[in-house]
C-alpha cells in the first residue's frame, strides 16, 4: 500500500477537481467498506490509496500526542489547508471515515457522531 | 499552572494565552516556535508541554515536508479535543473540553497568531555559498531535509538525523548529488526501517519525491 501524504501537484489535480467532496469508509482492515463513485475512477485510485494511509500515518501521530495528553482513544480529526479540508473518523471498533472536502466549510465534522 | 518560558516576547504571548485560557471550554493553550515552548498555561510541568510540542512539531512538520501547508488540526480523544493552528513555524495549541465548539476559538487563536511579534526560529541553513545542483540531481541539503522527513515520521527526528548522516559522510557527497546517487543513499538509508509495509511506503514516497 502507498504509505505517502499528497504532494501540492496532486492536490490541484485530484478527486477534487471532480467533485465537492469524497467519502471513503473503511473496515478494520483498511478496505473499502463504502466510497463515494469519483473514488473508483481508476485515475483517482493512486490519491483515494493516499487519502488512506494519510488516516493511518495521522492516527500515528496524534495517538503520540494522546499519549502526552493521556486522553484517551483518537475520535476523529480535521486536517484545514488551503483550499481543502480532510476529516478522519476513528471508530472505536477500528472503522474508519474519510471525507475530503473542496473548500473549508468548518471545523470538527466528525465532533459528534 | 506554569508561566511563559521567556520574559519577552514569551511575556506576552503569555498574556494573550491567558485571555484565551478564559475562554469557555479551554483547559490549556501552548504557544511554540518550531520546537521550542515560547509560553504556555498547560496543567503540566515545562518538560511534560516540551513533548507534546515536540508532537505537535512532528506532526506538522509531517505535512510541511511534502508542501502541504497546514493551517489548522483538529482533533479528539475520548477525554479532550485538541486545536491546533499554524502560522509559519508558530503553533498554538489549544486544549478543549469535549463538547467545546472550535469554531468559536478559531478565529481568536488565528488572530493572536497573526498579531505576535515572533521571530521564526532559524533553521539551520547552510551558511557557505549555495551548492551547485547536479543537474538532474538535488543539493545534499534537499536531500537530507527530504530523507530526516520521511525518516522521521517512523521512528522521530532525532533519531531520524543519526540514520540519514552515516551514508551521507560515507558517500562523501559535497554539496550537491547526481540522481543516482540520491537514489542510492536514500534507498541505503531506509532500509534500516524495521517495519517492512512503512519502509516500502516510505520508499515509494522517496521515489516519487525523486522524480518530481
Given at each position: 500500500?502507498?504509505?505517502?501524504?499528497?504532494?501540492?501537484?496532486?492536490?490541484?489535480?485530484?478527486?477534487?477537481?471532480?467533485?465537492?467532496s469524497v467519502?471513503?469508509?473503511?473496515d478494520?482492515?483498511?478496505?473499502?467498506?463504502s466510497?463515494?463513485?469519483?473514488?473508483?475512477?481508476?485515475?483517482?485510485?493512486?490519491?483515494?490509496?493516499t487519502?488512506?494511509s494519510?488516516?493511518?500515518?495521522l492516527?500515528?501521530?496524534?495517538?503520540?500526542?494522546?499519549?502526552?495528553?493521556?486522553?484517551g482513544?483518537?475520535?476523529?480529526?480535521?486536517?484545514?489547508?488551503?483550499?481543502?479540508?480532510?476529516?478522519?473518523?476513528?471508530d472505536?471498533?477500528?472503522?474508519r471515515?474519510?471525507?475530503?472536502?473542496?473548500?473549508?466549510q468548518?471545523?470538527?465534522?466528525?465532533?459528534?457522531? | 499552572?506554569?508561566?511563559?518560558?521567556?520574559?519577552?516576547?514569551?511575556?506576552?504571548?503569555?498574556?494573550?494565552l491567558?485571555d484565551?485560557h478564559?475562554?469557555?471550554?479551554?483547559?490549556?493553550?501552548?504557544?511554540?516556535?518550531?520546537g521550542?515552548v515560547?509560553?504556555?498555561?498547560?496543567p503540566?510541568?515545562?518538560?511534560r508541554?516540551g513533548?507534546?510540542?515536540?508532537?505537535?512539531?512532528?506532526?506538522?512538520?509531517?505535512?510541511i515536508?511534502?508542501?502541504?501547508?497546514?493551517?489548522?488540526?483538529?482533533?479528539?480523544?475520548?477525554?479532550?479535543?485538541?486545536?491546533?493552528v499554524?502560522?509559519?513555524?508558530?503553533?498554538?495549541?489549544?486544549?478543549?473540553?469535549?463538547?467545546?465548539?472550535?469554531?468559536?476559538?478559531?478565529?481568536?487563536?488565528?488572530?493572536?497568531l497573526?498579531?505576535?511579534?515572533?521571530?521564526?526560529?532559524?533553521?539551520?541553513?547552510?551558511?557557505?555559498?549555495?551548492?551547485?545542483t547536479?543537474?538532474?540531481?538535488?543539493s545534499?541539503?534537499?536531500?537530507?531535509k527530504l530523507?530526516?522527513?520521511?525518516?522521521?515520521?517512523?521512528?522521530?527526528?532525532?533519531?531520524?538525523?543519526?540514520?540519514?548522516?552515516?551514508?551521507?559522510?560515507?558517500?562523501?557527497?559535497?554539496?550537491?548529488?547526481t540522481?543516482?546517487d540520491?537514489?542510492?543513499?536514500?534507498?541505503e538509508?531506509?532500509?534500516a526501517?524495521p517495519?517492512?509495509?512503512?519502509?516500502?511506503?516510505?520508499?515509494?514516497?522517496f521515489?516519487?519525491?525523486?522524480?518530481?
Amino acid at each position: 500500500m502507498a504509505w505517502r501524504l499528497l504532494t501540492n501537484r496532486w492536490m490541484t489535480k485530484g478527486l477534487l477537481e471532480v467533485a465537492h467532496s469524497v467519502e471513503i469508509r473503511l473496515d478494520p482492515n483498511r478496505e473499502i467498506l463504502s466510497a463515494s463513485d469519483e473514488v473508483f475512477r481508476p485515475e483517482h485510485q493512486e490519491e483515494a490509496r493516499t487519502l488512506i494511509s494519510e488516516s493511518e500515518i495521522l492516527s500515528d501521530y496524534l495517538d503520540a500526542v494522546g499519549y502526552h495528553l493521556k486522553a484517551g482513544d483518537l475520535r476523529f480529526a480535521t486536517v484545514t489547508e488551503a483550499e481543502r479540508e480532510t476529516a478522519f473518523q476513528y471508530d472505536a471498533d477500528g472503522k474508519r471515515t474519510i471525507r475530503l472536502t473542496r473548500a473549508h466549510q468548518g471545523l470538527g465534522q466528525f465532533s459528534k457522531p | 499552572m506554569t508561566g511563559a518560558a521567556s520574559p519577552t516576547p514569551g511575556g506576552q504571548a503569555a498574556d494573550w494565552l491567558r485571555d484565551l485560557h478564559n475562554q469557555p471550554g479551554v483547559d490549556g493553550t501552548c504557544l511554540q516556535a518550531g520546537g521550542r515552548v515560547v509560553a504556555h498555561d498547560l496543567p503540566f510541568s515545562d518538560e511534560r508541554a516540551g513533548d507534546l510540542a515536540a508532537c505537535i512539531e512532528r506532526l506538522c512538520e509531517s505535512y510541511i515536508a511534502v508542501g502541504r501547508r497546514v493551517w489548522q488540526v483538529f482533533f479528539g480523544f475520548e477525554r479532550i479535543s485538541v486545536l491546533v493552528v499554524t502560522r509559519d513555524s508558530l503553533r498554538l495549541t489549544i486544549l478543549l473540553r469535549p463538547d467545546t465548539d472550535p469554531a468559536k476559538l478559531t478565529s481568536r487563536a488565528t488572530r493572536l497568531l497573526l498579531d505576535l511579534n515572533i521571530a521564526p526560529p532559524t533553521r539551520t541553513e547552510p551558511t557557505a555559498e549555495a551548492p551547485v545542483t547536479a543537474p538532474g540531481g538535488m543539493s545534499r541539503a534537499d536531500f537530507e531535509k527530504l530523507l530526516t522527513g520521511l525518516v522521521g515520521r517512523v521512528i522521530g527526528y532525532a533519531q531520524a538525523a543519526k540514520i540519514v548522516q552515516p551514508p551521507l559522510q560515507r558517500a562523501g557527497t559535497n554539496g550537491s548529488m547526481t540522481k543516482a546517487d540520491a537514489r542510492r543513499i536514500g534507498l541505503e538509508i531506509l532500509e534500516a526501517i524495521p517495519n517492512r509495509s512503512k519502509r516500502a511506503a516510505l520508499v515509494s514516497e522517496f521515489l516519487h519525491s525523486l522524480d518530481a
